[in-house]
């Protein structure tokens, strides 16, 4: 067996540099690699190539700072092949995909079940309304449906719940029936700009987290290194877009537990954030801001004073109001020990973000595979052990006083505007990179592949919703159904991000 090839964030390499291995050593080197809980999953997908099926896995090595990368190619027919995930959980997410997607089969997969109802599938009478949930035959026990539109965001999402009276037993999550063919997308828009507009479009609250994944990843394809100022407004960017979302997602909070004082304030609050995104780039949620080799809104001294303002007035306010919320009683009892996901269980699927990290998981990209000027914030992260809604509280609000932190600390030193920049160049040909970037979610991962022309033949794309949202379901369970509303509004998954 060859040994494994071993990149760093954001870096190209020939694609022939990732060894080919036979299907049941690939199988054997990725779950082993998964028993030490420092590595972790960021990507495994296939394409097709040559009238067989390639597959690639990237396996991230947090205590080192690298990826892992290794491939196989098996054929497209009627064998069936054991599954990663019967050796580890983590995988069941790709793996569905691969079997929807490819029609791949597999001996021994625990939950091989439609992923997205891509328009793409290999099944098409695989549909939504033949869905096999999960079903328990008793006549004490019911089901309840919700969906298959989230009333309040208005995206595609259904979930299927069966309660003994109020006591949630199981719930079952299916968000996949409207597919967007975003992936396809990035390889039929031939113009540069075409393709940043996509990126912007994956997910309308992580513009700046997707577009940083990309444009990271389009510069390393054409071997350009960013500058500093390109850097600075991409990492206060995406330390702003964590701020506005984790304010909105508290007041969210508010409202799901009947808080109207609190779902007001931090309504209010997040307000001067994202429109200070339009005073910047002229658009409330970044769109435009972020070009790769580019920068067509300079962040100038003028602007660090006005988000200074912001700061000023938004600190006062934010510390009373949350203050006012954790102290409330009748709070509290909604939140602590509501929605428990076990570090155990976060190990087990693979989770990201803010849902490890408050099971004491240290999976953070900014510290682990840290990118543009993560290594002079030197970002730590910010973690809990309850894993229960509260302590999804707790970070969000310790992670909006440290962003703000970090900001401040760039505001000390904004570098020049560069106004000679050299033009990227054409892409690399027949070439592999990837892209991490820690959004405000957690674990964001852009994959690409070019010919040999240095066109994509390939582009995957990963949210971090991806991963967790097995946690929702396991979080749920023994609860009341009337806790499922401040349980997913905790977790603040993305269905328009899964469903790409």
């Known amino acids: ?56 896995c990237c396996i991230a090595d947090d205590s080192q700072s690298t990826i892992i990368l290794s491939s196989s190619e098996i054929n497209q027919d009627d ?51 033949n869905y096999p949930f999960y079903q328990i035959n008793s006549e004490e026990l019911h089901e309840v449906g919700v969906g298959p539109i989230h009333a309040g965001i208005i995206e595609p999402g259904h979930f299927r719940f069966i ?6 037993l199981h719930l079952e999550t299916q968000q996949g029936f409207a597919h967007r063919g975003i992936e396809a997308l990035f390889l039929n828009k031939k113009k540069l700009l075409q393709k940043t507009i996509l990126a912007e479009s994956i997910a309308g609250d992580t513009v700046v987290g997707h577009s940083m994944a990309f444009v990271n990843l389009w510069e390393s394809l054409c071997n350009y290194q960013a500058d500093e100022d390109l850097q600075f407004s991409r990492t206060l960017a995406l330390e702003l877009e964590r701020i506005a979302i984790h304010t909105g997602d508290l007041s969210g909070i508010c409202t799901d537990i009947a808080y109207q004082l609190g ?40 602007l660090a004073i006005q988000l200074e303002k912001i700061f000023k007035d938004f600190e006062s306010d934010y510390t009373e109001m949350y203050t006012e919320f954790k102290e409330l009683p009748s709070a509290l009892a909604r939140l602590e020990k509501t929605g428990v996901v076990t570090r155990e269980q976060s ?8 849902v ?44 909006i006083k440290q962003s703000i932190e970090y900001i401040r600390k760039l505001l000390k030193n904004i570098p020049e505007e560069n106004k000679n920049r050299k033009p990227l160049n054409t892409p690399q040909t027949n070439s592999f990179t990837l892209s991490l970037i820690e959004g405000w979610r957690g674990e964001i991962c852009h994959c690409a592949i070019t010919d040999d022309q240095g066109e994509l033949i390939h582009y995957k794309i990963k949210d971090p919703s991806m991963h967790n949202w097995l946690a ?29």
């Open 263 to 302: 779902s007001s304030v931090f309504g209010r609050l997040r307000t001067p954030l994202i429109n200070f995104f339009q005073i910047w780039c002229g658009n409330r949620l970044s769109k435009g801001l972020i070009r790769a080799g580019n920068n067509h809104f300079y962040f100038s001294a003028a």
């Open 163 to 168: 309660c003994n009276g109020e006591q949630i």
């Open 1 to 56: 067996m060859s040994d494994y090839t071993i990149i760093k964030n954001n870096q190209t390499i020939p694609l022939q540099n990732i060894p080919v291995f036979e299907y049941e050593d690939f199988l054997l080197l990725n779950t082993s690699l998964l028993k030490e809980e420092s590595k972790h999953c960021v990507n495994y997908f296939g394409y097709k190539i040559q009238g067989k099926l390639k597959l690639i």
């Open 347 to 354: 190990t087990s699927i693979g989770t990201v973000g803010m």
């Open 356 to 399: 490890a990290k408050t099971s004491g998981i240290k999976r953070d990209i900014r510290t682990t595979h840290p990118h543009d000027l993560y290594q002079q914030l030197n970002h730590q992260p910010i973690l809990k052990n309850h894993g229960d809604v509260y302590s999804r509280v707790q970070i969000r609000n310790e992670e």
């Open 472 to 500: 929702v379901a396991l979080a749920v369970r023994n609860n009341e159904i009337s806790d499922f509303p401040i349980c997913n509004k905790s977790f603040d998954l993305s269905y328009c991000g899964h469903d790409l």
């Open 79 to 129: 064998t069936e092949y054991p599954s990663f995930s019967a050796q580890h959980l983590s995988f069941h997410i790709f793996e569905r995909e691969l079997h929807e997607n490819f029609g791949i089969n597999y001996t021994d997969h625990p939950w091989l079940k439609p992923l997205r109802f891509a328009f793409n599938r290999a099944d098409k009478n695989s549909r939504i309304e």
